[in-house]
């Protein structure tokens, strides 16, 4: 039984994506409003990305850049140069929704949902693309 463990585990370790990535939780944005946003950046150099988020009006553009420079930050940990890496991957997944209640007219009530979300970034080598 500890063997089978100790197996999974190993292999869990050697299957493991070490690609740089960040996670943003719990972000009171509605996941569609931003996936609009990660549409425009994902497959651009992370310094274009960033200039493009912080010259964006959009709600969202300060919290990806934030998420843009910590992923980042994780890269330069690993020892990856800046000037080769691009965002790879980005998805938006939904959090929980808070429900809240809208009085209306006629004693009547109307729900209104305030969406959530957790952002996921991850970045890679723009060479090992052009190596395949």
């Known amino acids: 039984m500890a063997t089978r463990i100790r197996e999974k585990a190993e292999a869990r370790r050697k299957n493991k994506d070490n690609r740089p990535q960040g996670i943003a939780k719990y972000i009171r944005i509605s996941p569609s409003k931003v996936r609009f946003v990660l549409d425009n950046i994902r497959g651009k150099k992370v310094d274009e990305a960033l200039a493009l988020m912080e010259n964006s009006p959009q709600g969202v553009s300060e919290v990806l850049v934030k998420l843009i420079k910590s992923v980042i930050a994780n890269a330069e940990v690993k020892g990856l140069n800046r000037d080769d890496l691009i ?36 970045l890679d080598e723009a060479n090992k693309e052009e190596a395949k």
């Not at 790879?88 to 109307?110: C, H, L, N, Q, Y």
């Open 87 to 122: 965002v790879k991957e980005t998805w938006v997944s939904p959090g929980p929704i808070m429900k809240r209640i809208k009085i209306r007219a006629r004693g009547r009530a109307d729900r209104i949902l305030k969406r959530s979300c957790h952002i996921t970034m991850i």
